[in-house]
């Protein structure tokens, strides 16, 4: 019997997926403390030890593969020209690699943003700007200041071609560690982002890994080949595409509400489905990820103070009594192990994960905006057309352990008058009650059909 | 090869000269981005911001484009653009006025070459030469 042993090191938890690989089945999960502070194996072989506790069967593991988003993920900076261009391009091949953007800069680099840059805690930076044949002088501007200012982070360069040469002059020499990469936008507003996407995962396995103190599970675990976000969306592509003569579900969305961020993954083209509609902006990714960082259960609590009011949350909180919504918040925020006991924490828990729902899937959407033409009237879109999205997962946490997860998940479709957004309309909801999904895009590196078989069977 | 941006401005669809205009331009040997119909003053200026254009030209047939280009000059300037080439077109005040006075408006508004309705775009290709060298 073989048997493919599928490994998650995440923030919080190392998880454990066990794979039969004839039969074809799950055997088994189990999960144990991250442990990178002090030796990221104790945790690994808590977890195993637990696996083969619960199934003293177990036989012998013949095949490992891992992903990691511990020790704080993937941390990117994007730095590109103009902001809905460039900059946005670039962002979104970070995205699209698993990564956490939380610092982006267009236009000239000034000596405040390259401080910035200096005390936030980066492991990659995104330099862009340009079209190909188009501006260089400002990429070249940025790469001088940061061949000047010698971070000690490695730079992916993905702008004008044009620019490449001189770039190479500038950081030959020089203690900078950098990549020229194809342009992550080619011509005006078309987005290419897989070269980029793929030395972000080169440089991820190569050096951050290492950097933070992960790379001794190789030992026992083989390569580790791509950060966690990563490999949910590849699980969310191969489910929605399908493999071979086994069909997938079509166009999809799954939201991972998280301790820390809630990130958004759809699978679909979304585009402008009606002729009076006008599509604008920067190119959609067919395969798209957004993270929220101001909306998560535990790590990031306290910023949902800021984004909603108490009388807003209210909305939210499907219960007569009142409770002291910043107190809750920032117990939440300070005890990030914090399990509710009772009804009415489970509850506030409840509302919290409406409001990361309701509003990641805000900011992750489309939207149209009438335009008064003497033709009548027509509109603009920006951003993807989901109405038609088919099913939405939902992982993370809050989802997978509320029994009616799918009442938080509904709040997808919650609706607005702030805007026309393109929410999916009718979707078929299911929660990834095994919490199997990242596992799957690891599996489905190798046995993509057995990948895909497996997510459709345990997806309720 | 010199770049050049152009589009429909403000809300109107009209697409059909937009396209002629991409093919003349191509055809003399411009590198066209072409942003297409309701565009914005903003859509034209990131447009030649990030491809280096040397001149944007705006069409307007549906009689709102004095509105439409208002500040665009100033707005150039803002981001940067001071030295690019501002050329307009088509149908761009309400109603039949005296052209004389309309060219005078937009060049006031900073505009380098205006055009009156049934100009040949070839007309503009070699204001371009003259304008941008080559």
Do not use: W
Not at chain 1, 228 to 248: M, N, Q, R, S
């Amino acid at each position: 019997m073989s048997v493919q042993l599928l490994v998650d090191f995440g923030s919080t938890y190392t998880k454990l997926t066990a794979i039969d690989l004839e039969a074809e089945r799950i055997i088994g999960t189990s999960k144990a403390m991250t442990t990178v502070k002090t030796d990221v194996l104790e945790g690994f072989d808590r977890a195993l030890e637990q696996l083969k506790v619960s199934h003293p069967d177990l036989p012998e593991i013949t095949g490992v593969s891992a992903c990691s988003s511990a020790a704080g993920g993937l941390k990117m900076a994007a730095i590109g020209l103009v902001e809905e261009l460039t900059v946005e391009a670039a962002k979104r091949a970070c995205l699209g690699a698993g990564a956490l953007v939380n610092h982006v800069f267009s236009h000239h680099l000034s000596r405040k943003e390259i401080k910035q840059l200096r005390q936030a805690d980066i492991d990659i930076i995104m330099l862009a700007g340009g079209t190909d044949g188009g501006n260089k002088e400002c990429i070249l501007h940025n790469a001088r200041k940061l061949k000047e200012a010698n971070l000690g982070i490695p730079i992916i360069v993905a702008g004008n071609k044009d620019a490449a040469d001189e770039i190479e002059e500038i950081f030959e020499n020089s203690e900078v560690e950098y990549f020229i990469v194809d342009n992550v936008m080619p011509k005006l507003k078309q987005l290419q982002v897989k070269d980029a996407k793929n030395v972000i995962r080169q440089i991820f396995i190569t050096k951050i890994i290492e950097a933070k103190g992960i790379k001794k599970a190789e030992e026992k675990t083989g390569e580790i080949i791509m950060p966690t976000p990563e490999a949910v969306l590849i699980a969310a592509e191969l489910l929605a595409k399908g493999y071979e003569d086994e069909p997938g579900f079509g166009e999809l969305m799954i939201i991972d509400v998280g301790g820390a961020t809630t990130d958004v993954h759809t699978i679909g083209a979304g585009y402008p489905k009606r002729s009076e509609v006008i599509f604008k902006g920067l190119q959609e990714p067919f395969a798209k990820r957004t993270v929220e960082g101001d909306l998560g259960m535990r790590y990031s609590a306290n910023a949902l103070l800021s984004l909603v009011s108490p009388y807003e949350f209210k909305q939210y909180y499907h219960r007569e009594e009142t409770k002291d919504f910043e107190k809750s918040v920032q117990r939440r925020f300070e005890n990030v192990d914090y399990l509710p006991d009772d009804d009415e924490e489970k509850e506030f828990d409840k509302a919290m994960a409406r409001i990361c729902c309701d509003y990641s899937m805000s900011r992750h959407v489309g939207h149209v905006e009438v335009v008064y033409t003497p033709l009548g009237n027509m509109y603009y879109q920006t951003g993807k057309d989901l109405t038609d999205i088919q099913y939405v997962i939902g992982t993370g946490g809050v989802l997978i352990n509320h029994d009616d997860a799918k009442d938080i998940l509904r709040e997808v479709n919650h609706k607005s008058n702030k805007k026309l957004e393109l929410r999916p309309t009718d979707p078929i909801f299911l929660i990834d009650r095994k919490y199997i999904l990242s596992a799957m895009g690891l599996l489905g590196q190798k046995y993509p059909k057995l990948a895909l078989k497996l997510m459709k069977q345990h997806l309720e | 090869m010199k770049t050049v941006v152009i589009g429909v401005i403000g809300a109107d669809v009209h697409a059909v000269g937009n396209k002629i205009i991409e093919h003349v331009l191509t055809e003399h040997g411009y590198n066209v981005i072409n942003i297409g119909v309701l565009s914005s003053q903003e859509d034209f200026i990131n447009a030649a911001i990030e491809t280096d254009a040397a001149a944007i030209l705006v069409s307007s047939l549906y009689g709102h484009g004095e509105m439409d280009c208002q500040y665009m000059r100033e707005n150039c300037e803002e981001a940067g653009l001071s030295h690019i080439k501002l050329y307009v077109g088509g149908n761009i005040v309400v109603g039949k006025q005296d052209f004389k006075a309309v060219e005078q408006r937009f060049k006031k508004m900073g505009f380098d070459r205006v055009y009156p309705p049934g100009t040949s775009i070839e007309d503009a290709v070699a204001h371009l030469r003259e304008d941008l060298g080559e």
